[in-house]
């Protein structure tokens, strides 16, 4: 297939596009590089198979492709918040653009949604049928109320287009090619660790979080795009094992060898304090399931900070 990535060169976008290209597709990165970054599919110039264009999505684009994945989006609060107007202008009309494209030429709009579109829960864990508790003017609302908006857009548009739209809600996600600044918790463990400063724990360390190696949710993107036409989602795609704060810092911890201190600071704003997905429906559905295990992935994590630090 031949198809276009939105935010291709971000942390999870750029796993995507490596996973498709090793698949044989045709691949076009759309990026602006607000978050994303060039380096982060620098291992992949003078592959024929892939494009890489500077664009931001909140303006229109035409290309001849067969599939759409809208990743287009900063996902951290330090980096949405920086610019909340653009969050929802790159929510909204990112994902306007990418299913008037695809109504355009007739194929599948694959959304990448949030768990945050589920705030700060009262149910858990969150299945897809629940609705949420979200601040909507609060400092998060720019990017809760944002993906929000646009899960509303891709039903409408298959309701009213009769396009084969689909969702994804995707819970925390770690790996390789985090950025340093990326404000959320596993990059800031491992960079604090690694550097031999305090762990930061907002709050008491006993809100939760449940943490999906970048791989397996790759894997769960591209069995969501291929699904048939009648799968709209929305999909959880997230690892259903949690762990509070306090937890993920002592593992942190142990890994690195480091030893670090852990320092408390208020809890931010509407920061949720629990999180994790129901993901029956994504195994029922995808037959998706993942499977690498918090250490695992951590290891692989800190392996990457330390040779990019080094």
């Known amino acids: 297939m031949k198809i276009l990535v939105t935010g291709g060169a971000g942390f999870i976008g750029s796993h995507l596009v490596d996973a498709l290209l090793f698949r044989g597709d045709e691949v076009i990165a759309l990026d602006n590089f607000f978050t994303g970054e060039e380096k982060n599919l620098a291992h992949q110039a003078g592959n024929g198979s892939l494009l890489v264009v500077r664009h931001d999505v909140t303006e229109p684009y035409d290309y001849p492709v067969e599939a759409i994945v809208n990743l287009a989006c900063p996902a951290s609060p330090i980096h949405y918040q920086r610019d909340p107007v653009k969050t929802v202008r790159t ?6 653009h990418a299913l008037d494209l695809g109504r355009r030429r007739g194929i599948p709009v694959l959304q990448a949604s949030t768990s945050e579109v589920y705030g700060d829960p009262s149910v858990h864990p969150q299945p897809e049928e629940y609705w949420g508790h979200v601040n909507p003017i609060g400092p998060r609302a720019c990017y809760d109320e944002g993906k ?8 409408d548009y298959r309701r009213q287009y009769d396009l084969p739209t689909k969702i994804v809600r995707i819970f925390n996600t770690y790996g390789p090619r985090m950025a340093f600044d990326d404000g959320r918790v596993v990059s800031n463990f491992v960079i604090q660790a690694l550097r031999g400063e305090p762990l930061t724990i907002y709050g008491d360390g006993t809100q939760t979080r449940s943490f999906c190696y970048v791989d ?3 894997a769960g993107l591209i069995r969501a795009l291929l699904a048939p036409a009648d799968f709209a989602g929305p999909v959880n795609l997230g690892n259903p094992r949690e762990f509070s704060m306090f937890e993920l810092a002592q593992l942190v911890l142990r890994l690195t060898g480091s030893k670090s201190q852990l320092r408390h600071l208020p809890l931010p704003k509407d920061d949720p304090r629990q999180r994790r997905p129901d993901i029956n429906r994504a195994q029922a559905i995808l037959g998706w399931t993942p499977t690498v295990r918090l250490e695992e992935g951590l290891n692989r994590t800190i392996d990457d900070f330390r040779s990019r630090l080094a």
Do not use: K, Q
């Not at 929510?91 to 306007?96: A, D, K, R, T, Y």
């Not at 929000?148 to 039903?155: D, F, H, I, P």
């Open 91 to 96: 929510s909204v009309l990112g994902m306007i």
């Open 148 to 155: 929000r908006c646009a899960e509303t857009l891709c039903a």
């Open 216 to 218: 397996d949710l790759v």
